[in-house]
């Protein structure tokens, strides 16, 4: 049975960017090998909807490790990619003049279902759910590799 996505892949272009690195930069803190975010592929705050990508490399700091011979993205990080989006949209919305860092409060319904390997294009889509101006935002996620669903999770931010 084929997933549901929460956004139709064909709704955007994996070769047009909206954002890129240097604007997601001027948005979200992370920087060097935690920026997980290459850049944003659509942006739809008047549809609650956001995706982006991440470019998986092979110098990238967990490849040698994880695991050697066969190196696997670490599901945290795909986790750690959804939050950014959401921290990205959070920033670009409701927490425009917000200072504050957008930070994890939870992280719920995670679920991981194939592989990211040096060479793919992690593809995240991010629908929010629900905002509080200037206080959290929960944030549906999911992880895209070659059109098969690679994780799941629902992301809360917390603005500290």
């Known amino acids: 049975m084929a997933p549901i996505f929460l956004i139709g892949l064909n709704r955007f272009d994996t070769n047009k960017i909206v954002f890129d690195s ?19 592929l659509l942006f739809k705050p008047e549809e609650c909807l956001a995706v ?19 190196p696997l993205m670490p599901g945290v990080l795909m986790i750690e990619a959804a939050a950014q ?11 425009k003049n917000d200072q504050r860092f957008l930070g ?13 390997i040096p060479g793919d294009k992690l593809i995240i889509l ?4 629900e ?8 944030f ?10 690679a994780f799941e999770a629902t992301i809360i931010g917390m603005a500290v």
């Open 52 to 70: 982006a990508y991440k470019d998986s490399r092979a110098d990238e700091f967990w490849v040698r490790g994880h695991i050697p011979g066969r």
């Open 126 to 129: 991010g629908k929010c759910l």
């Open 131 to 138: 905002m509080r101006a200037q206080r959290r935002i929960i």
């Open 22 to 40: 240097k604007v997601i930069e001027q948005v979200n803190p992370h920087r060097f090998e935690m920026r997980l975010l290459d850049g944003i």
């Open 104 to 116: 994890f409060g939870g992280v719920n319904d995670v679920k991981f279902r194939h592989t990211v």
């Open 140 to 149: 549906a996620s999911q992880g895209v590799v070659n059109g098969k669903l």
């Open 85 to 95: 989006l959401a921290s990205f949209y959070y920033k670009m919305t409701e927490g």
